[in-house]
């Protein structure tokens, strides 16, 4: 049976591939810091993108390199490698309109409101706002989705009991 695409999972679930492309990208971005001079790269950043680099912006920047670790840049692959394939995951699963995907969507959305928040309250910002904006409208069309998917449902079953 042929049916139409639902337009707002396939839109979640493109938004969902792109964050897995950026993540990869994160992870792969720290893996490629492994044993190299971050401070170095600071510098040779700023001088590129003709910013002072004796000044205190950029002495700031390169003195924080300084404390990272190889330890913590895998570290920081891991997490974004393993976040890229959650959201790999979710986003392949609503192109294919997966009622697992939906949920599993819905509940990993629904976990991320408090920090969002929490983070909102900590430090605004409209990177932040727009994160946690996103998130709720994703949140809250699924439900409603959900929600109708299951109304439909429980019509057709009502029309076929005798």
């Keep these: 049976m042929n049916h139409p695409h639902n337009k707002g999972l396939l839109t979640i679930g493109s938004f969902k591939l792109l964050k897995a492309a950026f ?40 003195s924080r390199a300084d404390l990272v670790t ?17 959201a790999l995951t979710e986003g392949i699963g609503l192109l294919l309109e997966q009622t697992w995907a939906e ?5 990993i959305g629904i976990a991320f409101l408090p920090w969002e928040g929490f983070e909102m309250l900590r430090h605004a910002s409209l990177w932040r706002a727009g994160v946690m904006v996103i998130n709720l409208a994703i949140v809250a069309y699924l439900l409603w989705f959900l929600r109708e998917r299951e109304m439909q449902r429980r019509a057709v079953e009502e029309r076929e009991e005798p």
């Design 23 to 62: 993540f990869v990208a994160m992870g792969l971005g720290a893996l490629h810091f492994l044993n190299a001079d971050l401070g170095d790269f600071i510098g040779q950043t700023a001088t590129a993108l003709r910013f002072d680099p004796d000044g205190k912006f950029v002495d700031m920047l390169q």
């Design 70 to 86: 190889d330890r913590q840049l895998v570290m920081v692959s891991v997490g974004t490698f393993s976040y890229a394939a959650v």
């Design 103 to 107: 949920y599993l969507t819905l509940i």
